[in-house]
């Protein structure tokens, strides 16, 4: 386990899987609340690092690269923040919401 991997985090997100766990709360407009997925771990010569793709129903996806622990990612009026990259998930918190 590296430094990265600090296992923090109400919220967890993996590789391929297009929702956290749990999920967000909805938009103010009653629509589910975005999607956070990882689209690529672990870069040649950048350990603990993600790329994270944010998406929700209706509105444009949008790709976030080279993210480490501390990072924040705002996408759609919500902003989390990354706390833990581990091996086959991430972990964040929600700081801001619509």
């Known amino acids: 386990m590296d430094s990265s991997c600090t296992d923090i985090g109400k919220y967890i997100f993996r590789m391929s899987i297009p929702y956290p766990d749990p999920l967000l709360p909805d938009f103010p407009d009653g629509s589910p609340g975005p999607g956070f997925v990882i689209a690529a771990k672990n870069a040649p010569g950048e350990p603990g690092r993600i790329a994270v ?5 209706g ?17 759609e009026g919500y ?19 619509p």
Not at 59 to 75: L, N, Q
Not at 79 to 97: G, M, N, P, W, Y
Request: glycine share 4%.
């Open 59 to 75: 509105r444009s996806p949008e790709g976030f690269y080279s993210i480490s622990v501390g990072d924040e990612i705002t996408y």
């Open 53 to 57: 793709t944010a998406h929700a129903t």
């Open 79 to 97: 902003t989390i923040k990354i706390t833990s990259i581990c091996e086959k998930e991430a972990r964040f918190d929600l700081v801001k919401q």
